[in-house]
């Protein structure tokens, strides 16, 4: 039922697959490539909608990218939200989205990974370190549009069962990442 609520406070029109992005919104962590993969993604299905969060430099950019190639439709900015929100937007959304010029490790592929959403980033900083095999086929060079858009076709067109077990495989992996684990392996370089 609170899925339902969440897809009326997204204004999700129809039966649409969410695209999610939470970041902020600037050139090196790949803003201006939203709505191009958007433009090019939406020439492939249909069923499309992305929710954008965060704000910063880029969001003019992307506001104009939008207007300009008519996506208004598909791409809706939230703006900055309350972290208490950010789960309900990972269990509305069927993928996530992180075209990043440059990460260092990111809490957020962490996040995505936890509420067992798949997920399409940029291969960069250590980005490759921390997601699970089974993820490596999503990594794509930043700025590649056309790459990211069918990798993010790819994870949209998975049968249920696929996905089932690609977000299983998920919140399986990023429990290495707990905190309790990590203190612990922390310790140990110590004694």
């Known amino acids: 039922m609170w899925l339902l609520v969440w897809a009326k406070k997204l204004k999700n029109p129809g039966n649409k697959r969410i695209i999610l992005f ?50 208004e439709s598909i791409i809706k900015l939230r703006g900055n939200i309350p972290n208490s929100e950010i789960p309900g937007y990972f269990s509305a959304a069927d993928v996530f989205f992180m075209p ?29 370190e921390i997601v ?23 994870i949209l067109s998975t049968s249920d069962s696929e996905r089932i077990k690609l977000s299983s495989a998920l919140k399986e992996h990023v429990k290495r990442f707990d905190v309790g684990i990590i203190a612990k392996n922390f310790i140990e370089l110590f004694k």
């Open 22 to 71: 939470i970041h902020h919104l600037s050139p090196r962590k790949g803003s201006h490539v939203i709505a191009p993969v958007a433009k090019v993604l939406s020439s492939l299905r249909k069923d499309v909608f992305f929710i954008i969060i965060g704000s910063g430099t880029g969001e003019k950019q992307l506001c104009d990218q939008i207007k300009k190639d008519s996506l």
């Open 100 to 128: 990043s010029q440059e990460e260092g490790f990111p809490r957020v592929i962490l996040e995505s990974m936890a509420t067992g959403v798949p997920f399409v980033a940029s291969n960069v900083g250590a980005v490759a």
């Open 132 to 154: 699970p095999a089974v993820s490596s086929d999503y990594l794509i060079t930043p700025d590649d549009i056309n790459g990211f858009a069918e990798k993010l076709n790819k």
